[in-house]
């Protein structure tokens, strides 16, 4: 079993920066991809970004490709979503998930993941 923390939601302006953490529990972190999603009010749960095992390989949703970053740091069980020049429509709960289907690429769909963390909220004003 993992455990997923997420850290680092909060307030923002428009065009302003943050970035979520996500602390994952367990010795095998290295091998299994990571994603990112969110979910605004009334919406469905939507792919933000993934990353896999090692790090070499990253997808975006086109919404946030070039301004969003995901990266991880095996040996501190985390990874990382950086995100810059953040819009309104940005405003989300934010997750990070599991894909425990050691050494694949990482995946798209929400259903392919196996845990989830509690999520962190982003709040962007206009």
């Known amino acids: 079993q993992v455990q997923l923390v997420e850290s680092g939601g909060g307030l923002v302006q428009a065009g302003g920066s943050l970035r979520l953490s996500c602390a994952a529990s367990?010795?095998?972190?290295?091998?299994?991809?990571m994603g990112w999603f969110r979910q605004a009010p009334g919406k469905e749960r939507d792919f933000v970004a993934a990353i896999s095992g090692r790090g070499s390989t990253t997808y975006y949703a086109d919404s946030v490709k070039g301004r969003f970053t995901i990266s991880r740091d095996n040996a501190k069980n985390t990874v990382y979503l950086q995100m810059n020049s953040l819009k309104f429509e940005d405003t989300a709960v934010y997750y990070c998930a599991a894909d425990l289907n050691y050494y694949r690429d990482p995946v798209r769909h929400r259903l392919e993941y196996d845990y989830w963390g509690q999520g962190t909220q982003v709040t962007v004003s206009s």
């Open positions: 367990g010795r095998t972190f290295s091998y299994y991809a």
